[in-house]
């Protein structure tokens, strides 16, 4: 009775915070970056969920060719039985960066041995067998579909029919030879279609890769950091976080606002498109540019947002706000904050920062500073 | 030990066992005042004491064990020990008519006493606070992120925990019919932590928690430690030949000045999740000296009256580290200290323990007024007037009693910003006695 006398409707209020003074009130910092930097890492595009090839000349950031690499797999219970017809792939674009008013040649190769995806990174080079074909599309086609020659069906009938076709067949590689653009074909519904007297037989993708090679560069605009899919480019954030106005500051919201030069991104010639990322991903990176990574091997992503209004703006939450407080009171390897592409996504697509420190990316933190 | 007298002992623990959890759970719900300094200045010395206005440095009682006075401790001849515990429920109101509704429970004191030879000499042990903080004041607000394109709602929570415990350790001697002396060692120490936690919720749903919003928990934890010393005298002076149980007697204390070494550390997040920030600070924090009188007024064993006075010159303070109301070489709002009180108890059988039941029960009244040694505002002491009462019911086993007391008093005041605080406090408290090393006797 007497715990109910004291614990029963108990309504503390603000009666008395004149005698406290109410500190502590939560404020907004604004925290901008002390260096922008960009740098280069290996962006690694097997099996991701596009192969890219063509050539496109950016004006505003360079040529950049890149190379396709397709395997195929017979699906479970499908039996070659009777005269092949005709072969074809097709292809189903999901991606276009560049000139879409002119064509786009691409040259059809063998591969002749087996080759890497897994972890493989986008500066590789591999080499292909003979030219199969090369095919002429428009780039704003939605379905491209290549007839492959008579000549190598029969060369390759008994690959077709084989029970190892598997292991046995290799794929092909995607090479640019003319027009301005790189296209993305989705890997998922890439099909070797095969057609036989009596029946059709579908092989689907098993293995792609993309190869990225950068074959001219142009000098950015003053102020400027490029960050771009596929060529590895990243950019590196550094922030102050032993100023006064953060350090030891317990730490509430946060927002990562990092303003684009989207005027810049817009200038582009006539039937040319240059699209933006679909996803920025924010990690962080210690003072070697090391990632502290996940027991599963995968880094530890702070947060990912899309490119929107000119700006990417990541909201930190959960264990990620738990980084940044632990870097508020230096106690993290975490050195950087590092923006990049996720690996599953394979693009061409830029982003121009402004790395300048009154327009550059800053901090917005909503935190309670430390009592005196 | 006999066997009873263990068995109430262990009755004790254990009902102190039950009450100090759910106790602990109530803790930082008292009053704003606390915050300032080391915390509110708790006084007691007996549950009997407490029903009498608190003072009591001249009584002498064979029931109770006057912690306020070691001189007292001499006329002991039961082995005993007490446990209090302390329900209360606060209503603080401010200028504006705003109120805040608040309770908490803790353990008042502990105690062990014995005779080391009866009505001559007796030592004691006692532990029970010295300053208390508790407190929670809560504020909400509305907060809005044009950066964020957010609108949330805040609460912080201020409130105050711990406080500064003393572990009493003396002996009383009798001197002479008419003078007792007593000397005690006070060991001082305690941790006082100040909290301001901060939590968010959504504008329109109030139950909602946004994950994008992480709470905090700041923490200033000081941890004191220090070593005094007491001396008690009392006189007695009878006041007829006839009724030799009537007397007047005068008492008075003495507790040195002292230095407690304190630790401060500041830390932000929950329990083990704790990080330290700054560097610990360390420092000297000077503790006044303790002056108490009384008077009390025995006659026919029924009827016992109090009147006493305490000062302590908190204006001397200092302290290497800052507390609320004090900055080295800045702010000080520290003044002295003053407390008096007076009380009445009633028994009606006197020292016939063949009386009806409530016969034996003892009555008391008293009243005390207090100057906090803190004035908040400096326009205006801080004071506090309070009435007490209590009942001390007798037991089936001799010696032992079970004191219920009642306390209602107020504080402060609501001009100058400040808050006035209306309690009332329920003291509950089993007194324990027991002959204790009895000479085995052979024929």
């Known amino acids: 009775m007497l715990l109910l006398f004291t614990a029963g409707c108990d309504d503390p209020s603000a009666v008395g915070i004149g005698l ?102 986008a500066d590789t080079t591999l080499s292909a067998g003979p030219q199969v074909r090369t095919f002429t599309f428009a780039p704003t086609d939605t379905l491209v579909q290549v007839e492959l020659p008579a000549e190598w069906i029969a060369a390759n009938d008994t690959t077709l029919r084989s029970n190892t076709f598997s292991t046995s067949f290799h794929g092909f590689q995607l090479r640019p030879v003319a027009g301005n653009a790189v296209v993305g074909f989705r890997f998922a519904t890439a099909r070797m279609v095969i057609i036989t007297a009596t029946d059709t ?6 293995k792609a890769l993309t190869t990225v090679m950068q074959e001219r560069t142009v000098p950015l605009p003053d102020g400027r950091a490029l960050l771009q899919d596929g060529t590895g480019t990243i950019v590196r954030l550094r922030f102050n976080f032993l100023a006064d106005s953060v350090y030891e500051a317990g730490l509430h919201a946060a927002v990562l606002d990092v303003p684009l030069d989207s005027v810049r991104l817009q200038q582009q010639p006539a039937g040319f498109v240059r699209p933006l990322p679909p996803t920025v991903r924010l990690i962080g990176v210690d003072a070697n540019g090391n990632v502290p990574l996940t027991s599963l091997g995968e880094p530890v992503v702070l947060a990912t947002t899309t490119p929107t209004d000119g700006r990417l703006r990541f909201r930190l939450t959960g264990t990620a706000l738990q980084a940044l407080q632990r870097l508020m009171l230096g106690e993290t390897p975490i050195q950087y904050l590092q923006l990049e592409f996720p690996t599953g996504d394979n693009t061409l697509s830029p982003l121009l920062l402004y790395a300048e420190p009154s327009r550059g990316p800053v901090l917005i933190l909503i935190l309670t500073p430390p009592s005196s | 030990m006999n066997t009873p007298a263990f068995q109430r002992l262990v009755g004790l623990l254990l009902l102190l066992g039950l009450v100090l959890p759910a106790a602990a759970q109530q803790t930082g719900e008292g009053s704003v005042y606390s915050r300032f300094g080391l915390g509110s200045r708790i006084l007691y010395a007996s549950s009997q004491q407490q029903a009498m206005g608190g003072g009591g440095v001249a009584l002498s009682n064979l ?60 030592l004691g042990l006692a532990f029970r606070p010295y300053t208390r903080a508790n407190y929670l004041v809560r504020t909400s607000a509305l907060l809005a992120h044009p950066d964020l394109g957010d609108t949330i709602r805040y609460q912080i929570d201020y409130a105050g925990e711990g406080g500064l ?58 941890r004191l430690a220090g070593v005094r010393a007491t001396a008690g005298l009392l006189f007695r002076l009878p006041l007829s030949d006839q009724q030799t149980s009537d007397a007047l007697t005068l008492g008075v204390t003495f507790s040195t000045p002292t230095t407690l070494r304190a630790t401060r550390v500041y830390t932000l997040g929950e329990s083990l999740d704790r990080d330290t920030l700054k560097t610990a600070l360390h420092g000297d924090v000077y503790l006044p000296l303790s002056v108490a009188w009384g ?14 006075g305490l000062y302590e010159p908190w204006s001397r303070f200092r302290s290497d580290l800052p507390f609320a109301g004090y900055t080295p070489n800045g702010e000080n709002l520290f003044k002295d200290f003053v407390r008096l009180s007076a009380g009445l108890e009633y028994l009606p059988a006197g020292t016939d323990y063949s009386a009806p039941y409530f016969h034996q029960v003892a009555y008391r009244i008293g009243l005390y007024w207090e100057r906090a040694y803190v004035d908040p505002s400096p326009e205006v002491s801080l004071r506090t007037l309070a009435v007490t009462a209590g009942l001390s019911f007798p037991t089936l086993f001799p010696g032992t009693r079970l004191d219920v007391n009642l306390t209602a008093g107020m504080r402060g005041t609501t001009a100058y910003n400040l808050v006035r605080d209306v309690y009332y406090r329920i003291g509950l408290s089993l007194n324990v006695g027991e002959r204790w090393f009895l000479q085995r006797r052979f024929n």
């Open chain 2, 63 to 122: 029931n109770y064990l006057n912690l306020s006075n070691p001189a007292t401790w001499s006329a002991q001849v039961l082995t005993r020990a007490s446990g209090s515990v302390l329900f209360q429920r606060l209503w603080a109101t401010d200028a504006s008519g705003n109120t805040s509704r608040l309770g908490f429970g803790a353990l008042q004191a502990v105690h062990l006493s014995f005779p080391l030879r009866t009505r001559r000499i007796g």
């Open chain 2, 165 to 222: 415990q003393q572990l009493n350790a003396g002996v009383g001697v009798y001197v002479h019919p008419q003078l007792s002396v007593g000397l005690r060692a006070d060991l001082i120490f305690g941790i006082i932590e100040h909290t301001q936690r901060t939590r968010f919720f959504d504008p329109d749903l109030p139950g909602l928690i946004p994950t994008e919003y992480a709470p905090t928990l700041f923490a200033t934890s000081t």
């Open chain 1, 201 to 206: 037989l579908t092989f689907t993708a098993s």
């Open chain 2, 295 to 308: 008077v009390s007024y025995q006659q026919d064993n029924r009827w016992t009256f109090v009147l006493d």
């Open chain 1, 20 to 121: 406290i003074g109410e500190e502590g009130i939560p404020q907004t910092v604004r925290l901008p970056a002390d260096s922008v930097l960009t740098a280069l890492q290996r962006d690694r595009t097997g099996n991701t969920s596009q192969v890219l090839a063509g050539r496109v000349a950016d004006p505003l950031l360079g040529t950049l060719a890149a190379t396709g690499y397709l395997d195929f797999i017979r699906s479970p219970g499908t039996r070659v039985d009777t005269t092949i017809v005709s072969v074809r792939l097709e292809l189903r674009r999901s991606y276009l960066y560049g000139d879409t008013l002119a064509a786009v040649t691409l040259a059809l190769h063998d591969m002749l041995e087996d080759w890497p995806f897994s972890g493989v990174a």
